[in-house]
């Protein structure tokens, strides 16, 4: 039996990009990245985040910032797979958010777990190599996030925004290379982490070619096809059907 959508010629990536683009889906983005958080609050307002709080609070931030980073990551990849256009429209979103986590894990640690003792605080930075790439991984994000308005694109010029941003999979990979160092042996979540990134970072830089040219904005298939050949001199021109196909085509 024919797909009835498929019948009445709906493109379902059309109906996704509407969806993206109406103006309750950035709201609601928006309120689902704040799950997480409000949830590890219940938690530990409820007593049940375990014998150690902080410390679960401070892990549970920090998974969130680099689980909001890859996902960032991801859209442009799943925009040239899918052709949905508009998932670009919630990159610069979730890479705050990833910043907002990545920020809400330090303020737990120097706030509730070290209670603003910078010297303990510079000697763990110093001392614990984790903590070291955590940090750069910070400083990183803060300069994307700083630089991530409209405003700061026009005066730092696009070339060298971009060339910034790149700078994006460099936070990830620090992100990822912290969990690995953070955990005790070699556990397979750190790792599912670090290889998501690097696939990541490999779809950037070799993207895959489909065969197929995809309109960024409309998420549709553009065909190439060869213009017909102009009649010569005095010749009447070669009979075409409506849609421009040729007859002898068609037999």
């Known amino acids: 039996m024919a797909n009835p959508t498929a019948a009445a010629g709906v493109d379902p990536r059309a109906g996704a990009n509407a969806a993206l683009a109406s103006r309750w889906a950035k709201p609601a983005v928006f309120t689902l990245c704040l799950v997480p958080l409000v949830w590890t609050m219940w938690l530990a307002y409820t007593g049940e985040l375990g014998a150690e709080p902080v410390l679960e ?13 890859l996902i960032a990551l991801a859209l442009t990849p799943l925009r040239m797979l899918t052709g949905v256009a508009g998932l670009a429209r919630f990159r ?7 910043f907002f986590y990545a920020t809400v894990h330090l303020s737990t640690y120097i706030g509730l777990d070290q209670f603003f003792d910078w010297a303990a605080i510079w000697k763990d930075i110093v001392k614990r190599p984790y903590i070291t790439v955590g940090m750069g991984g910070f400083l990183i994000l ?4 700083a630089t ?13 925004w971009r060339a910034l941003h790149r700078c994006v999979f460099v936070a990830g990979l620090a992100g990822c290379l912290h ?7 070699w556990q397979t979540a750190p790792l599912v982490y670090a290889l998501i990134c690097i ?9 895959i070619r489909l065969g197929r040219r995809k309109d960024p ?6 065909v190439r096809t060869r213009p017909a050949a102009a009649p010569r001199s005095g010749e009447a021109p070669a009979p075409r059907f409506p849609d421009g196909s040729s007859p ?3 037999s």
């Open 57 to 69: 609070s401070v892990k549970a931030s920090g998974l969130w910032a680099l689980r909001f980073l």
């Open 92 to 98: 610069r979103m979730l890479g705050l958010f990833a």
């Open 142 to 145: 803060t300069a994307l996030a």
């Open 148 to 160: 991530s308005t409209d405003g700061m694109v026009k005066r730092l010029g696009g070339q060298r």
């Open 179 to 185: 969990f690995i160092m953070l955990v005790k042996g």
């Open 199 to 207: 696939g990541l970072l490999a779809f950037r830089r070799w993207p």
């Open 217 to 222: 904005q409309a998420g549709r298939v553009s």
């Open 248 to 250: 002898a085509r068609r």
